[in-house]
């Protein structure tokens, strides 16, 4: 079978093959969820469950914890509470801030959700346990991308690339 344009550009396309590969998680994870009678969309994961670890948190602590740029984190706090599953307060020490917590609706939610987290982790560890195993490739990523991004890293092909012109 012949490799699609994406997958023989190979590491020029690497945001592409990323993304495809968790929608295809993620979608097969709604499943997932489906299949145990949880009414569940994966895209709440990160927020439900940092709030179900950490308690109450600020947006701006909250979107840092998970990683999100901040208008992505209030379009999921928005989402997530016109279901009711969390809710918002001033701050009472500084009214500027922001306050997200579970709702009871949410514990809830997140309680009848564990059993069906370990079946998560078993399948995901199937995948991903290969011999260049996924999980510690990403963090080897993450961690080199925290040391120097990757527009830091494209400025001195950029610049070198600029000389030979």
């Given at each position: 079978m012949e490799q699609n344009v994406i997958d023989a550009s190979g590491l020029l396309?690497?945001?592409?093959?990323?993304q495809r590969l968790s929608d295809q998680i993620r979608k097969d994870g709604l499943l997932i969820y489906k299949a145990f009678g949880i009414d569940f969309q994966p895209k709440w994961f990160p927020v439900l469950y940092t709030l179900y670890k950490k308690s109450t948190m600020t947006v701006v602590m909250l979107s840092e914890e998970i990683g999100y740029a901040h208008p992505s984190t209030i379009s999921l706090l928005k989402e997530l509470e016109k279901e009711k599953l969390i809710r918002s307060k001033k701050d009472k020490t500084d009214t500027r801030k922001r306050l997200v917590e579970l709702t009871e609706k949410g514990?809830?939610?997140?309680?009848?959700?564990?059993?069906?987290?370990?079946?998560?982790?078993?399948?995901?560890?199937e995948i991903t346990n290969t011999q260049n195993n996924l999980m510690a490739a990403i963090n080897e990523v993450e961690a080199g991308l925290k040391e120097k991004s990757f527009l830091q890293r494209a400025e001195?092909?950029?610049k070198n690339g600029r000389k030979n012109h």
């Amino acid at each position: 079978m012949e490799q699609n344009v994406i997958d023989a550009s190979g590491l020029l396309a690497i945001s592409t093959r990323l993304q495809r590969l968790s929608d295809q998680i993620r979608k097969d994870g709604l499943l997932i969820y489906k299949a145990f009678g949880i009414d569940f969309q994966p895209k709440w994961f990160p927020v439900l469950y940092t709030l179900y670890k950490k308690s109450t948190m600020t947006v701006v602590m909250l979107s840092e914890e998970i990683g999100y740029a901040h208008p992505s984190t209030i379009s999921l706090l928005k989402e997530l509470e016109k279901e009711k599953l969390i809710r918002s307060k001033k701050d009472k020490t500084d009214t500027r801030k922001r306050l997200v917590e579970l709702t009871e609706k949410g514990q809830t939610l997140l309680s009848t959700m564990e059993p069906v987290w370990e079946v998560i982790i078993k399948a995901t560890a199937e995948i991903t346990n290969t011999q260049n195993n996924l999980m510690a490739a990403i963090n080897e990523v993450e961690a080199g991308l925290k040391e120097k991004s990757f527009l830091q890293r494209a400025e001195v092909y950029m610049k070198n690339g600029r000389k030979n012109h």
